[in-house]
């Protein structure tokens, strides 16, 4: 079972965690990341799928060309929970 | 020089590819796929994602766990082009 995070802890995932923003309207976190070009940015998608389904969480995201538009929430909690927190860790970690 | 479709092209385009609709507010087809999970839904991308590096044309695309929606439109054309009816072709080929 996860939770939401407490009020105390999502201020923190944002304070920590520049690069995001709240999401409007809805309990979610979003990021852009742009890239050089498609084939770089497909490479980072790649990474993070990979650890998407080896934790089995997803993010919401879209892409076109070197732009990647990533949203976070976990939908059994309800809002943002700690592997929102974890996987934003690591994406910042592979952002460059 | 790639050019948009003529009308008459255009209307063939959606008769050939039934899977697909015309977008609305700008020249651009659009399809949703839907997979067993997320680790299909990946397989399916990764080979979009081959084809559109080797064709230097790109899909605007979101996905979500098992869902895939693609928007295909060549902005160099203005709108639907040669290149989007070859792609369109390659994913209904794979769609499975």
Redo the contacts between chains.
């Keep these: 079972m996860v939770h939401k995070l407490t009020a105390e802890a999502r201020q923190q995932f944002f304070a920590d965690h520049p690069a995001w923003k709240e999401a409007e309207g809805k309990d979610a976190a979003e990021t852009t990341l742009t890239f050089a070009d498609?084939?770089e940015a497909?490479g980072f998608m790649?990474r993070v799928?990979v650890y998407?389904?080896k934790h089995d969480h997803?993010?919401?995201?879209?892409?076109?060309?070197n732009r990647v538009e990533i949203t976070l929430t976990t939908h059994d909690a309800g809002g943002l929970s700690e592997r929102d927190e974890k996987m934003a860790a690591f994406i910042d970690r592979i952002r460059g």
Excluded: L, M, Q, R
């Design positions: 498609f084939n497909w790649s799928a998407a389904d997803h993010p919401e995201w879209f892409n076109v060309y």
